[in-house]
Nanobody, 123 residues
Framework: QLQLMESGGGLVQPGGSLTLSCTVS????????IGWFRQAPGKEREAVSC????????WYRDSMEGRLTISRDSAKKTVYLQMNSLSAEDSAVYYC????????????????WGQGTQVTVSS
């Protein structure tokens, strides 16, 4: 069983930045792709960014590309999501999730989930 824990959420002003962290209980030889997803009240869960386990390939949500950087540090068993130029529309609970194999951009293909971290963008 894989366990994930997010951190780094909070309140940020419009135009500000946040870096979210996802710590994984184990990285089985880097077998797991990691995805970041978000869900705002009354909206569906949507993919934000994902990173492959083996080749490091990344994916970013089109509407957010240019404002995001995803990275992984296997030694620390942590995946980071840096978000810049945040706006109120980015307010949501952000989740990280893991799946064995290649990254996918749909949430229902991920097997293991963290509890989520709240991101609120407001002045």
């Amino acid at each position: 069983q894989l366990q994930l824990m997010e951190s780094g959420g909070g309140l940020v002003q419009p135009g500000g930045s946040l870096t979210l962290s996802c710590t994984v209980s184990r990285f089985d030889g880097d077998d797991y792709a990691i995805g970041w997803f978000r869900q705002a009240p009354g909206k569906e869960r949507e993919a934000v960014s994902c990173i492959n386990a083996d080749d490091g390939r990344t994916w970013y949500r089109d509407s957010m590309e240019g404002r995001l950087t995803i990275s992984r540090d296997s030694a620390k068993k942590t995946v980071y999501l840096q978000m810049n130029s945040l706006s109120a529309e980015d307010s949501a609970v952000y989740y990280c999730a893991a799946r064995r194999g290649a990254l996918m951009t749909v949430w229902w293909l991920y097997d293991f989930w963290g509890q989520g971290t709240q991101v609120t963008v407001s002045s």
